[in-house]
């Protein structure tokens, strides 16, 4: 009975990571949360710190499987090729320069993950950082969008190829942010930097999708490797069935997302972070 409890934990925490992933309101913080109060009971605390990282490779599955022709960077068609013989007659040019943005953009925070992950995780997670961070950027879509709306009739970059690696730059630090401090979204943090540099919110969303293939893959072999293959039985299992989950949950939630900001703005993320940062601040005792 105590296994099944297990499993049905980790269906939970799958179903949270494919919903709070691309939703601007951050998967980790949510996934420590949630843990304050549901907690595995047979796994090691080394599982627990790999396992709410590794998740996320379920969530990386759907948006290659929706946003497959889009990243693939191979093509018969010369004309869209980087030369017309060779290898290069093979490559995709525009879909190779945007995994170029791709890669600079992931720069600061692979750089600053590797060397200082185990330091943020012991300094910043844990629930009053997390609501900090929750509030904080909440406030910030609530102020971006309302600036945004002053600019509503100057043009936007819609498409992938209007951005720059100056954007690519800027928004791999507004990432970064999201490396240190939980709570904070990457998927919210990437997307107010795109809206500050003028990227449309679908663009915004669509280069934050594409950016979490690299910047989770890599985040979760680091786990992966730190952790070792040391699994019992029970945490392959959890591990699986928690990749899975996040994984089916999330094809549902991209397509929801995308469609959502077509005809709205990010503010109701913004509001639902404040709200529950303070929810949290205040179960924690320090708002009386």
């Not at 090691?44 to 709410?52: A, R």
């Not at 919210?188 to 594409?210: C, D, H, K, V, W």
């Not at 979760?220 to 952790?227: M, P």
Request: net charge positive; hydrophobic share 55%.
């Amino acid at each position: 009975m105590e296994f099944i409890f297990e499993i049905l934990k980790s269906v939970l925490f799958g179903i949270i990571e494919g919903i709070t992933e691309w939703l601007p309101i951050s998967s980790t913080g949510h996934l420590i949360l949630v843990e304050q109060f549901i907690k595995f009971t047979q796994v090691s605390p080394e599982f627990w710190s790999m396992f709410q990282v590794v998740i996320q490779f379920g969530a990386i599955l759907a948006v290659v499987i929706l946003y497959w022709k889009n990243i693939w960077p191979f093509t018969k068609n010369k004309s869209k090729a980087m030369s017309q013989t060779g290898i290069l007659s093979y490559l995709n040019k525009d879909i190779i320069n945007l995994w170029m943005k791709i890669i600079v953009a992931c720069v600061p925070a692979a750089i600053i993950g590797i060397l200082f992950d185990e330091v943020f995780e012991e300094l910043f997670y844990n629930p009053v950082c997390i609501s900090i961070a929750l509030i904080v950027f909440g406030i910030a879509f609530i102020i971006i969008e309302n600036l945004n709306k002053t600019k509503e009739n100057k043009s936007k970059k819609e498409k992938n190829s209007q951005i720059t690696y100056k954007d690519a730059v800027i928004i791999g630090i507004f990432q970064l942010l999201a490396a240190i401090f939980p709570g904070t979204s990457r998927s919210g943090a990437t997307i107010l930097g795109g809206l500050l540099i003028g990227l449309s919110r679908p663009n915004a969303a669509e280069f934050t999708f594409y950016l979490a293939i690299p910047t989770m893959l890599g985040a979760s072999l680091l786990k992966l490797v730190k952790f070792g293959l040391g699994f019992t039985g029970i945490e392959l299992i959890i591990l699986l069935v928690g990749m899975i989950v996040s994984f089916l949950i999330s094809l549902f939630v991209i397509k929801f997302l995308m469609n959502y900001i077509k005809k709205h703005n990010f503010k109701v993320f913004g509001y639902y972070r404040i709200i529950l940062g303070i929810l949290v601040l205040a179960y924690f005792g320090l708002i009386r």
